[in-house]
């Protein structure tokens, strides 16, 4: 297992153990920040269907987080966070998830927009309106 972020090669598959021991950040959760080294670890999870996450080319549209009702950029902290993650010069690092404790690296990215409202189903299956970021790997 590689020992820190410099030495994880993109494509490396780890689980949340060896995500969380790497960049210090919480165990579960589609944004996961870790203070000490000031970044947010995004998961892609293709397979769950509450999030339309979704690669068009070479971006990826990333939903905010939040199961019921209309999401907000401040609440939770998770979406707050993400929303100010320049100003807070924070990186973002992003992992898609395979199957359960099993998850890809794909490495650094960033918002290449401003994040913009579109309507998606809830976990009641009722319509809501969600944020979605457009985000593309660093080269």
């Not at 902290?77 to 794909?106: A, I, T």
Request: glycine content about 6%.
């Amino acid at each position: 297992m590689p020992k820190n972020i410099d030495s994880l090669e993109i494509g490396t598959i780890l689980n949340n153990k060896e995500i969380t021991e790497i960049f210090h950040c919480q165990y579960e959760g589609g944004i996961r920040k870790s203070k000490k080294l000031n970044l947010l670890v995004l998961i892609n999870d293709p397979k769950y269907g509450l999030y339309q996450n979704r690669w068009e080319e070479d971006t990826l549209y990333f939903t905010a987080i939040g199961r019921t009702g209309d999401q907000t950029l401040e609440k939770p902290w998770q979406n707050r966070e993400l929303n100010h993650y320049k100003e807070n010069n924070q990186k973002l690092y992003l992992f898609e998830k395979l199957k359960p404790s099993h998850y890809e690296y794909k490495g650094e990215v960033e918002a290449v927009d401003e994040p913009f409202q579109e309507t998606q189903k809830d976990a009641e299956d009722k319509e809501r309106n969600v944020y979605v970021f457009p985000l593309q790997l660093v080269d």
